[in-house]
């Protein structure tokens, strides 16, 4: 599940429960070479390249509840970046590859935080009582995509990359969620069940 490109198209970062629970694979892009990365009794799933390809950030249930990690691309090294009794989910690094974005219930609600790479810095950038998921960076490090349903369900809303000028793109009866960017920044796609 969640297959993530590298970042020079040469491969593919995903998780997978084929031996039990789920745990982050890589693999060539023609699907060879499939190693897995991470190999402990706990679940390991979304896996977020870096943007220069050394890193893969993901989540862990190893510590008791989901965490944001990191690991070097080959599996090695694998830090907590978050420690909280909390959930926290959807790491998405920032194009420059000095931050990270995340979603977490750590103050009642789900709300969108950016920490710096190495876990410090940590900053809330979004503040309801509803729910903020899904957080996607532009192209350019400006502004960050996310879905909330703090309107009575599910839309894309849009922000500035400091929380500042939160706005809402879709305005639809049905659940729209899980926003990407087009390359030039200029469009965003998202899942919807409209």
């Known amino acids: 599940r969640d297959p993530t490109w590298s ?12 031996n039990g629970n789920n745990e982050i694979y890589v693999m060539n892009a023609d699907g060879s070479g499939q190693t897995n990365l991470t190999n402990n009794a706990a679940g390991d799933y979304n896996p977020a390249w870096s943007p220069d390809g050394r890193q893969i950030a993901f989540v862990s249930e190893r510590d ?71 957080p996607a960076w532009s192209p350019d490090g400006r502004q960050i995509a996310f879905a909330s349903n703090r309107d009575g369900n599910y839309e894309i809303y849009l922000m500035n990359a400091d929380g500042s000028g939160q706005i809402r793109l879709t305005a639809n009866a049905a659940r729209d969620v899980e926003p990407a960017w087009s390359p030039d920044g200029r469009q965003i796609t998202f899942r919807s069940e409209r």
């Open 64 to 134: 008791g509840n989901d965490e944001i990690y990191v690991m070097n691309a080959d599996g090695s090294g694998q830090t907590r970046l978050t420690d909280i009794f909390a959930g926290d989910n959807d790491p998405a690094w920032s194009p420059d590859g000095r931050q990270i974005a995340f979603w977490s219930h750590r103050d009642g609600y789900a709300e969108i935080y950016v920490m710096n790479a190495d876990g410090s810095g940590l900053t809330r950038l979004t503040d309801n009582a509803a729910s903020d998921t899904n």
């Open 7 to 18: 970042p020079d198209g040469g491969q593919i970062a995903f998780y997978s429960i084929r």
